[in-house]
Each structure stands twice: as structure tokens, then as C-alpha cells.
């Protein structure tokens, strides 16, 4: 009775409101919610080396949100269908997707993206530092399939093309794996 007595006071001791600290309150459900698809900055519309540079970064924005959610739609959007690279991410993606499996991780951060080569305004060439959060694959029944280790301070550069309207990527020349 009397050990009772003491783990009672103990949490009454805890619960009290000493104002040391916020009050943090449980969520009443873990979030089911998709991330939602990224959106292009304004840069990212302009046909200069400053768009050319943004509208990389969305590129890697939009590549992650691909990898999350299985959804290429927008992925295959803004890359050039003669990109090999990007064919070949948005098969990754597929595969791990279509019969009900998953990917988790794979996030791009681009720590700089800068507008190197510039072809007649046409195409341009972008050095890209990024680093990628480690990936992996679960099949439909939880079985874990494949990994991508994660990556810090990457590097690539990416060739885009401006297609009269917009960019899209035509490119992508990395020493190591991009997804």
C-alpha cells in the first residue's frame, strides 16, 4: 500500500503544472495525409540561368515527392521522355509501387544549385550539391526489398532544356547513383 501511495504521488508530482516548460498534447491519430505536390518557385518559370537553377531544384523536389508517394505523374511532367536518367528513376519508383509495395526515405535536399554552362539559353547545365535521406523498399507483405544508402555533400549535374515554355531535365551526368 505504501509503494502505491508513492507512484500515485510521483505522478501527481509529474502531472502538476510547475511552467517549466509547453504542455505537449498527443495527436488524437498518426497522420495518413500524402505529402502534396510541390510547386515550382516563380525563378523556376524564368528562361535565364537563374530559372534554369530554381526550376532544378524543383526538379529534385518533385523526385522525392515521386519517390514518397509512388506518384510519377508530375515527375514525368518536367523530364525531357529522352532524359535515360530520368526514365530510369521513374521506373525505380514504378517498380517499387505498382504491385502494392512501397518506398521509404529517399528525400533530396539540394544544398546548391548553380547554372555552370549555358548553351544559346537553350540548354543549360546545373552543378548540383545534394543529399539524399537513406532509401528503402517494402513489398506489399512487408518484406523488405532493396536499399539505397543515404548520401551527404553528392554531387551531379543536370542538363536542362528550355522547351519553349518551361524547363525540363534532359540530363543527368553523377559519378554515383541518383536513386
Known amino acids: 500500500m505504501a509503494a502505491a501511495s508513492l507512484v500515485v504521488a510521483a505522478l501527481t508530482a509529474c502531472s502538476s503544472d510547475s511552467g517549466s516548460g509547453p504542455v505537449i498534447e498527443p495527436s488524437a491519430a498518426p497522420s495518413s495525409a500524402k505529402p502534396t505536390p510541390p510547386a515550382p518557385s516563380p525563378e523556376a518559370g524564368q528562361h535565364d540561368q537563374v530559372g534554369a537553377s530554381a526550376f532544378t531544384e524543383y526538379w529534385f523536389s518533385v523526385l522525392s515527392y515521386g519517390v ?8 514525368r511532367t518536367v523530364s525531357d521522355p529522352k532524359c535515360t536518367e530520368c526514365t530510369a528513376a521513374i521506373g525505380v519508383i514504378q517498380d517499387n509501387y505498382n504491385d502494392g509495395g512501397s518506398l521509404q526515405g529517399g528525400v533530396y535536399t539540394v544544398r546548391e544549385a548553380n547554372t555552370i554552362e549555358n548553351f544559346a539559353g537553350q540548354v543549360m547545365t546545373v552543378a548540383v550539391s ?8 517494402t513489398s506489399p507483405l512487408g518484406q523488405p526489398r532493396g536499399r539505397l544508402d543515404g548520401k551527404s555533400f553528392a554531387d551531379c549535374d543536370i542538363r536542362v532544356l528550355w522547351n519553349g515554355k518551361t524547363w525540363v531535365v534532359r540530363g543527368v551526368d553523377a559519378a554515383e547513383q541518383l536513386i
Not at 69 to 75: A, F, N, S, W
Open 68 to 75: 514518397q508517394t509512388g506518384d510519377v505523374e508530375l515527375l
Open 130 to 137: 545534394y543529399d539524399r535521406s537513406p532509401r528503402s523498399g
